[in-house]
């Protein structure tokens, strides 16, 4: 696989875990396509990662999107907001 193809797989990958894990909580997520795609592909990375240490194989989906949750829920805590409640994006000019 060359690699357009390998991060295009990357892309896709990151969107689907980086969506699923924001439909699992409730609450609208004011986030946009790509901050989406980073998360899904941080959470993959994160849990790949442990689960790689712990038992020495590689994630499954729902390992990646639980991390892909974690991070969701503490963008939400940095913005002041919690499980349910999204909290308020950051002001662009102050």
Not at 12 to 20: K, S, T
Not at 45 to 62: D, E, K, Q, S
């Amino acid at each position: 696989m060359g690699f357009v193809a390998w991060l295009f797989v990357l892309v896709l990958a990151g969107l689907l875990v980086g969506g699923m894990a924001r439909l699992a909580l409730p609450g609208k997520d004011p986030m946009s396509l790509g901050q989406t795609m980073l998360i899904g592909i941080a959470g993959t990375l994160i849990g790949g990662t442990v689960t790689y240490l712990i038992f020495g194989a590689a994630p499954g989906l729902p390992v990646s999107v639980l991390f892909a949750m974690l991070l969701v829920y503490l963008v939400r805590r940095s913005r002041g907001g919690s499980l349910s409640d999204p909290g308020r994006p950051p002001s662009r000019y102050r």
